[in-house]
């Protein structure tokens, strides 16, 4: 989120891989030629503020659509719940902690 940015911010920024998008904070009635220079540069999506809800709806849409990418690439990783066959063995270790005159350090 900004309303402006120098040219040392960009290229302090350049050399990052990671995808933005820059939230332009200004009025209606400004332009945001600083800020679109700086979003070519990073290669970044740049929304500007609207009255409407317009701009939180164009951040979550590119969000999904990076979730989904994700997704789709096969990059995520999904759980499996393998481990109810330790229960018998967990429940024997858990009996012989209670015998009499057993004591753990």
Do not use: C, K, N
């Amino acid at each position: 989120m900004a309303d402006a940015v120098t040219g040392e911010q960009v290229a302090r920024l350049a050399s990052a891989t990671h995808p933005a998008t820059i939230l332009a904070l200004l009025p209606p009635d400004r332009d945001p030629g600083g800020l679109a220079e700086a979003a070519r540069a990073l290669r970044a999506d740049l929304v500007t503020t609207t009255l409407s809800q317009d701009d939180v709806e164009a951040i979550a849409r590119r969000l999904d659509r990076a979730g989904r990418i994700a997704e789709v690439a096969g990059e995520g990783q999904h759980w499996v719940e393998a481990g109810y066959w330790l229960t018998p063995l967990l429940a024997l270790l858990t009996l012989l902690w209670f015998r009499r005159g057993w004591v753990l350090a």
